[in-house]
Protein backbone atom coordinates (compact mmCIF):
# COMPACT_ATOMS: atom_id res chain seq x y z
CA UNK A 1 0.00 0.00 0.00
CA UNK A 2 0.99 3.53 -1.10
CA UNK A 3 0.71 6.15 1.37
CA UNK A 4 -2.08 8.09 0.32
CA UNK A 5 -3.63 4.70 0.36
CA UNK A 6 -2.98 3.90 4.15
CA UNK A 7 -4.96 7.48 4.65
CA UNK A 8 -8.13 6.43 2.92
CA UNK A 9 -7.78 2.96 4.76
CA UNK A 10 -7.05 4.83 7.84
CA UNK A 11 -10.02 7.20 7.71
CA UNK A 12 -12.43 4.45 6.64
CA UNK A 13 -11.55 2.46 9.77
CA UNK A 14 -12.14 5.82 11.70
CA UNK A 15 -15.63 6.43 10.17
CA UNK A 16 -16.64 2.29 10.65
CA UNK A 17 -15.90 3.29 14.44
CA UNK A 18 -18.80 5.65 14.83
CA UNK A 19 -21.31 3.92 11.89
CA UNK A 20 -20.58 -0.09 12.73
CA UNK A 21 -22.01 -0.93 16.16
CA UNK A 22 -19.26 -3.52 16.95
CA UNK A 23 -16.39 -2.15 15.60
CA UNK A 24 -13.27 -1.87 17.96
CA UNK A 25 -12.86 1.83 17.66
CA UNK A 26 -16.58 2.29 18.99
CA UNK A 27 -14.00 2.64 22.12
CA UNK A 28 -10.86 4.49 22.75
CA UNK A 29 -8.45 6.00 24.75
CA UNK A 30 -8.79 9.39 25.64
CA UNK A 31 -5.77 11.63 27.04
CA UNK A 32 -5.63 14.66 28.48
CA UNK A 33 -2.62 16.56 30.41
CA UNK A 34 -3.30 17.33 33.94
CA UNK A 35 -0.59 19.66 35.56
CA UNK A 36 2.46 17.34 34.23
CA UNK A 37 0.58 13.97 34.37
CA UNK A 38 -1.63 12.16 32.29
CA UNK A 39 -4.78 11.26 32.27
CA UNK A 40 -6.50 8.43 30.53
CA UNK A 41 -9.99 7.78 29.81
CA UNK A 42 -12.08 5.13 27.41
CA UNK A 43 -14.41 7.09 25.52
CA UNK A 44 -17.03 6.22 23.11
CA UNK A 45 -16.02 7.54 19.04
CA UNK A 46 -19.40 9.80 18.02
CA UNK A 47 -18.42 11.36 14.80
CA UNK A 48 -14.97 11.58 12.65
CA UNK A 49 -15.43 14.71 9.85
CA UNK A 50 -13.19 14.67 6.58
CA UNK A 51 -10.32 16.55 7.91
CA UNK A 52 -10.46 14.21 11.01
CA UNK A 53 -11.68 16.07 13.42
CA UNK A 54 -12.91 13.67 15.88
CA UNK A 55 -15.86 13.98 18.69
CA UNK A 56 -16.73 12.60 21.77
CA UNK A 57 -19.83 13.43 24.39
CA UNK A 58 -19.13 14.81 28.18
CA UNK A 59 -20.17 16.31 31.19
CA UNK A 60 -19.01 20.05 31.55
CA UNK A 61 -18.08 19.16 34.83
CA UNK A 62 -15.90 16.55 33.69
CA UNK A 63 -12.17 16.80 34.62
CA UNK A 64 -11.24 16.01 31.25
CA UNK A 65 -13.00 19.27 30.48
CA UNK A 66 -10.78 21.32 33.29
CA UNK A 67 -7.76 19.47 31.86
CA UNK A 68 -9.00 20.74 28.55
CA UNK A 69 -9.31 24.40 29.46
CA UNK A 70 -5.63 25.20 30.95
CA UNK A 71 -4.13 22.59 28.45
CA UNK A 72 -5.60 21.49 25.03
CA UNK A 73 -3.45 19.40 24.17
CA UNK A 74 -4.72 16.05 23.83
CA UNK A 75 -3.98 12.36 22.23
CA UNK A 76 -6.86 9.47 21.23
CA UNK A 77 -5.55 5.92 20.99
CA UNK A 78 -7.57 3.29 18.75
CA UNK A 79 -6.64 -0.81 18.18
CA UNK A 80 -8.36 -3.32 16.33
CA UNK A 81 -7.27 -6.17 17.95
CA UNK A 82 -8.09 -8.54 14.48
CA UNK A 83 -6.17 -6.48 12.21
CA UNK A 84 -3.42 -5.38 14.70
CA UNK A 85 -3.67 -2.10 13.93
CA UNK A 86 -2.71 1.23 15.97
CA UNK A 87 -4.06 4.46 15.33
CA UNK A 88 -3.43 7.32 17.63
CA UNK A 89 -4.44 11.15 16.87
CA UNK A 90 -2.48 13.37 18.78
CA UNK A 91 -3.84 17.22 18.30
CA UNK A 92 -5.70 20.16 20.42
CA UNK A 93 -8.65 19.95 21.41
CA UNK A 94 -11.87 22.31 21.89
CA UNK A 95 -14.80 21.89 24.03
CA UNK A 96 -18.52 23.03 22.67
CA UNK A 97 -20.55 24.33 24.56
CA UNK A 98 -22.66 26.90 22.73
CA UNK A 99 -26.47 25.37 22.46
CA UNK A 100 -27.41 25.74 19.23
CA UNK A 101 -23.83 23.60 17.66
CA UNK A 102 -24.66 21.43 20.19
CA UNK A 103 -28.87 20.79 18.97
CA UNK A 104 -28.02 17.91 16.50
CA UNK A 105 -25.68 16.41 18.92
CA UNK A 106 -27.39 16.33 21.71
CA UNK A 107 -30.65 15.46 19.61
CA UNK A 108 -29.09 11.97 19.05
CA UNK A 109 -28.31 10.99 22.36
CA UNK A 110 -31.00 8.32 23.73
CA UNK A 111 -33.62 8.96 26.12
CA UNK A 112 -32.02 7.24 28.99
CA UNK A 113 -28.50 8.47 28.34
CA UNK A 114 -29.42 11.85 28.29
CA UNK A 115 -30.10 11.70 32.27
CA UNK A 116 -26.32 10.88 32.37
CA UNK A 117 -26.01 14.26 31.96
CA UNK A 118 -28.00 15.76 34.44
CA UNK A 119 -26.70 14.49 38.15
CA UNK A 120 -27.12 16.25 40.70
CA UNK A 121 -23.23 16.32 41.52
CA UNK A 122 -20.41 16.65 39.10
CA UNK A 123 -18.96 13.11 37.93
CA UNK A 124 -16.42 12.56 40.17
CA UNK A 125 -18.09 13.24 43.50
CA UNK A 126 -18.00 11.25 46.34
CA UNK A 127 -21.60 9.18 47.37
CA UNK A 128 -22.29 6.02 49.74
CA UNK A 129 -23.34 4.05 47.37
CA UNK A 130 -24.01 3.31 43.40
CA UNK A 131 -27.68 3.99 44.51
CA UNK A 132 -27.25 7.45 45.82
CA UNK A 133 -26.83 9.53 42.34
CA UNK A 134 -29.56 12.35 42.24
CA UNK A 135 -30.77 13.73 38.98
CA UNK A 136 -31.63 17.51 38.89
CA UNK A 137 -34.01 18.98 36.59
CA UNK A 138 -31.45 21.81 35.74
CA UNK A 139 -30.02 22.28 31.94
CA UNK A 140 -28.40 18.80 30.94
CA UNK A 141 -24.19 19.58 31.71
CA UNK A 142 -23.79 18.05 28.29
CA UNK A 143 -20.92 19.21 25.79
CA UNK A 144 -18.90 17.84 22.79
CA UNK A 145 -15.56 17.76 22.50
CA UNK A 146 -13.51 18.01 19.11
CA UNK A 147 -9.85 16.71 18.92
CA UNK A 148 -8.17 18.47 16.24
CA UNK A 149 -5.18 16.29 15.70
CA UNK A 150 -1.65 17.87 13.66
CA UNK A 151 -0.31 14.59 14.06
CA UNK A 152 -1.49 10.76 13.15
CA UNK A 153 0.43 7.51 13.72
CA UNK A 154 -0.50 4.54 11.91
CA UNK A 155 0.79 0.74 12.95
CA UNK A 156 0.07 -1.76 11.43
CA UNK A 157 1.92 -5.47 12.76
CA UNK A 158 2.09 -8.06 9.75
CA UNK A 159 3.95 -10.08 8.02
CA UNK A 160 6.54 -9.70 6.18
CA UNK A 161 6.92 -6.09 7.47
CA UNK A 162 5.31 -3.86 9.51
CA UNK A 163 3.78 -0.94 8.72
CA UNK A 164 4.24 2.49 10.54
CA UNK A 165 3.20 5.87 9.05
CA UNK A 166 3.59 9.27 10.11
CA UNK A 167 1.41 12.01 8.99
CA UNK A 168 2.04 15.44 9.60
CA UNK A 169 -1.14 18.35 8.94
CA UNK A 170 0.31 20.67 6.15
CA UNK A 171 -1.71 23.58 4.32
CA UNK A 172 -2.66 20.47 2.05
CA UNK A 173 -3.70 18.29 4.32
CA UNK A 174 -1.89 15.02 5.93
CA UNK A 175 1.26 14.40 4.51
CA UNK A 176 3.09 11.00 5.52
CA UNK A 177 6.34 9.08 5.69
CA UNK A 178 7.11 5.39 6.24
CA UNK A 179 8.63 4.96 9.59
CA UNK A 180 10.54 2.59 11.29
CA UNK A 181 7.87 0.41 13.16
C1 LIG B 1 -17.14 1.73 27.85
C2 LIG B 1 -17.02 3.13 28.39
C3 LIG B 1 -17.40 4.20 27.60
C4 LIG B 1 -17.32 5.50 28.08
N1 LIG B 1 -17.67 6.54 27.27
C5 LIG B 1 -17.58 7.81 27.74
C6 LIG B 1 -17.89 8.93 26.91
O1 LIG B 1 -18.22 8.79 25.73
N2 LIG B 1 -17.78 10.16 27.44
C7 LIG B 1 -17.39 10.37 28.73
O2 LIG B 1 -17.32 11.52 29.16
N3 LIG B 1 -17.07 9.34 29.54
C8 LIG B 1 -17.15 8.07 29.08
N4 LIG B 1 -16.81 7.03 29.89
C9 LIG B 1 -16.36 7.31 31.26
C10 LIG B 1 -14.91 7.77 31.24
O3 LIG B 1 -14.07 6.65 30.99
C11 LIG B 1 -14.50 8.45 32.54
O4 LIG B 1 -14.59 7.54 33.61
C12 LIG B 1 -15.36 9.66 32.87
O5 LIG B 1 -15.68 10.39 31.70
C13 LIG B 1 -14.66 10.60 33.85
O6 LIG B 1 -13.41 10.99 33.30
P1 LIG B 1 -12.67 12.31 33.76
O7 LIG B 1 -12.90 12.46 35.23
O8 LIG B 1 -11.24 12.07 33.43
O9 LIG B 1 -13.24 13.45 32.97
C14 LIG B 1 -16.85 5.72 29.40
C15 LIG B 1 -16.45 4.64 30.17
C16 LIG B 1 -16.53 3.36 29.68
C17 LIG B 1 -16.09 2.23 30.57
Redesign the pocket.
Known amino acids: MMIPEILENLKHELIHGFSKRKHPFR?FS?G?IQNNNV??????L?KVLPDFTTI????TR??????IKKNNTVSALFYHPKKLLQIRLDGKAIVVTDKEELKPFWSAVGENAKKDYTTALA??AIINNPDAVNYSDNEPNFCIIKIIPNHIEYLQLKRPNHIRVGFDKTENGFKGSFLVP
Open positions: YFTSLRTVVRIYTDSQKVAHPG
